[in-house]
């Protein structure tokens, strides 16, 4: 059971421009929930997180937006950069547990200088 | 360099034998993680640690696996008798106890492929 979901398997953007990842969730305990950026061969990487005390959280050109009732988070890239080409994944957990994260399918960002 | 260290970075093995992957965490962090991640997937959690002690196990971890972190700083996972569906990506992570939300901070992974 996917508890995390991004139906976008991928996305490509023209450089200068904003990119858009979405995420989906099932589970009304998550809390806390992130994003992480991968390259090829290696671990996934850290971007941004946000509590879900808040609805908005901003990080220089990434802004992640948490829309609770509709159980959907976004992740905004503005300017994207060629640089950001990578696969991008949203996790959720609940943080008073401290344990797993659940991890979305991921969303391949490609973007074209 | 400071991060989550893994070792190997690339495991072959013949189908039926174990197989034992090392994990290193920020040394300061007192949670560590296994994830699994298969081509197309995200990473889906194995186990996690606190300090020494094993807190919780996903049903994806079989009898065949094991996962060791004998004095609260690396961690091994051993998998008995391998199987080809056990081809995959071994991720490690690791993070600091804390209340209102945490990162956690991913090793390099260790692909394993079993022939």
């Known amino acids: 059971d996917q508890q995390v979901k991004q139906n976008s398997p991928s996305l490509s953007v023209q450089e200068g421009r904003i990119s858009i990842l979405n995420c989906d969730y099932t589970?009304?305990?998550?809390?806390?929930f992130l994003w992480y950026k991968k390259y090829p061969a290696e671990g996934p990487t850290f971007l941004i997180s946000i509590s879900s005390i808040k609805d908005k959280n901003e990080d220089g050109r990434f802004t992640v937006f948490l829309n609770k009732s509709a159980k959907h988070l976004s992740l905004h890239i503005v300017p994207s950069q060629p640089g950001d080409s990578a696969v991008y994944f949203c996790a959720a957990s609940v943080s008073d547990t401290g344990n797993q994260f659940y991890f979305g399918t991921g969303t391949s960002l490609t973007v074209i200088p | 360099d400071t991060g989550v260290s893994q070792d190997p970075r690339h495991k072959i093995t013949k189908r039926g034998q174990n197989v034992t992957f090392r994990c290193d965490p920020i040394?300061?962090?007192?949670?560590l993680y296994w994830y699994r991640q298969t081509l197309g997937q995200g990473p889906e959690f194995l186990t996690y640690?606190?300090?020494?002690?094993?807190?919780?196990k996903s049903r994806l971890l079989s009898d065949r696996f094991s996962a060791e972190r004998p004095k609260g700083s690396f961690s091994t996972l051993e998998i008995q008798r391998t199987e080809q569906g056990d081809s995959a990506m071994y991720l490690c992570?690791?993070?600091?106890?804390?209340?209102?939300?945490?990162?956690?901070?991913f090793g390099p992974g260790t692909r394993l492929t079993v022939t």
């Open positions: 040394s300061e962090h007192n949670r």
């Open positions: 992570a690791s993070s600091l106890e804390g209340g209102g939300g945490y990162e956690q901070y």
């Open positions: 640690f606190q300090n020494e002690a094993q807190l919780e």
């Open positions: 589970n009304s305990m998550f809390d806390y």
